[in-house]
């Protein structure tokens, strides 16, 4: 597993990499131009502002997510939040198991332990690549106590 992921995580930098190098960029259509890598974006749920979860090749980006309800805690608005990306994962045809890399935006830095210990185990034996930030003056919007996103690969 632990090489899996390295290896899907080294072929997406070669391909970003690449595509930067033959400057391509995607057309009106989200997609790139024929012959040079065409690969074509799709956008599932979307909403007036973003797309819930796109898929572009192999690759799923997954939104942020947020847990706007009671009970205000910690380790139930991970589990919520968790959840959450698992159902959009689940969707696009990936699972938690394939999450290359999770930012984590908390509203309070002091929450850092608790959502340690809600967060582990939700991503199989080998965990993804994380960035753990509290964010600055006004938090995490709406009233979530933390925000996550992800890419996974299929």
Known sequence: MKTGRRSVLKKM??????????GLAANANNSFPE????????NFQNTPLYSAC???????FVAGKGAHVAPFEIKAHTEIVLKAIEDELVKAGSSMEKVLKVNVYLNDIADYQGMNEAFK???????PVRTTVAVAKGGVPGDSLIEMD???YI
């Open 150 to 152: 992800c890419i996974a």
């Open 54 to 60: 796109t898929k572009f090749g192999n690759l799923i």
């Open 121 to 127: 185990g939700h991503f199989g034996n080998q965990p």
């Open 13 to 22: 930098f070669a391909s970003v990499v690449g595509l930067a190098g033959l």
């Open 35 to 42: 012959g040079k890598g065409a690969m074509n974006v799709t």
